[in-house]
């Protein structure tokens, strides 16, 4: 997922999420620039997967990519730069980003995307630290009676998401359940009473598969002839209770031993008669 980032101001920015991000002076667009020159509506980008269209829907407004003017509509991609108003603008992944940050301690992209018909696909960027409430001193507010003015708090610590509840009267809750402080992880349903948010962020390390070392054969090799030599059946299993595995090892085992001890007897009978045969034979005088 991209974002259009301000190179001025970081704070300043919007991800591009389907079905659309709209740009202008209004205070409804996704992306508010306080300046005259721009128009309430002044731009727009359709977001289809990985595909982005810019439309230029002033009239008569100045929109510059890559340096170039804009009139109607065009594909823009990852790294172009946008020129409305005063304002320059860059399509951004924040994946990369964070791979060419300069340190651990820099900062790294979250958001609350809206799920509530009203504000439906609304981004709302969260910032290191972010206030959310009903009072228009939060730094994300909402005009909603069931809010309390001082709802939560979203704080990034060392790149993770954390929300904590400033004793709400409506409780806050994560993923349907109440939470007074907790981490916040990307795609997680966060609500502050009825008002619930996908968190859109980076990838979890801990969604990445996990490793098994591998395993020395030769060393396990080294113990079953340790083992054979000290007299001592080698088992490579070591649980409470018998796996299949381990069943069906000492149960062969069983019937190795077995056969083996029928075949010793029956060379001894076999042995035995032959003798016998032999002493007869020579007291007949056959040979």
């Known amino acids: 997922m991209f974002k259009l980032c ?19 002076r209004a205070s ?21 997967g990985d595909e982005l269209v810019l439309h230029n829907l002033a009239d008569g407004g100045q929109v ?16 172009d730069q946008l020129q409305i108003g005063g304002r320059t603008l860059k399509v951004l992944d924040p994946k990369v980003t964070k791979l060419r ?17 009203a504000i439906a696909g609304k981004v709302f960027p969260v910032r290191e630290s972010s206030v959310v409430g009903r009072s228009d001193e939060c730094d994300i507010t909402f005009s909603l009676s069931h809010l309390s003015r001082r709802h939560a ?25 109440r939470v007074v402080e907790t981490r916040v992880r990307r795609g997680d349903e966060l609500r502050f ?27 396990i090799r080294t113990l079953g002839q340790e083992a054979r030599g000290a007299g001592v059946r080698p088992n490579l299993v070591s649980t409470s209770e018998p796996t299949r595995e381990r069943r069906k090892y ?6 190795a031993d077995g056969g083996s001890s029928a075949w010793l007897w029956m060379s001894g009978l076999l042995l ?12 007949q005088g056959l040979f």
């Open 250 to 255: 000492e149960g062969s085992s069983a019937l």
């Open 153 to 177: 708090r979203l704080e990034v610590r060392e790149g993770l998401l954390f929300v904590t509840d400033l004793g709400s009267a409506n409780g806050t809750y994560l993923n349907n359940k």
């Open 193 to 219: 009473d009825t008002l619930s948010f996908s968190v859109v962020g980076p990838a979890d390390d801990l969604d990445k598969t996990t490793v098994r070392p591998a395993v020395d054969v030769s060393q």
């Open 28 to 48: 409804n667009c996704d992306l508010t620039i306080a300046d005259e020159s721009v128009a309430k509506l002044h731009a727009e980008v359709s977001v289809e």
């Open 6 to 24: 301000d190179l001025k101001d970081a704070s300043q920015s919007v991800w591009l999420v389907a079905p659309k991000v709209t740009i202008g």
């Open 64 to 79: 510059l990519l890559n340096g170039k003017s804009v009139q109607g509509s065009c594909e823009i991609k990852l790294n």
């Open 101 to 117: 940050s300069a340190g651990p301690s820099s900062s790294v992209a979250w958001a609350l995307r809206a799920n509530h018909p």
């Open 272 to 283: 035995a008669a032959a003798t016998l045969g032999y002493f007869w034979a020579r007291n």
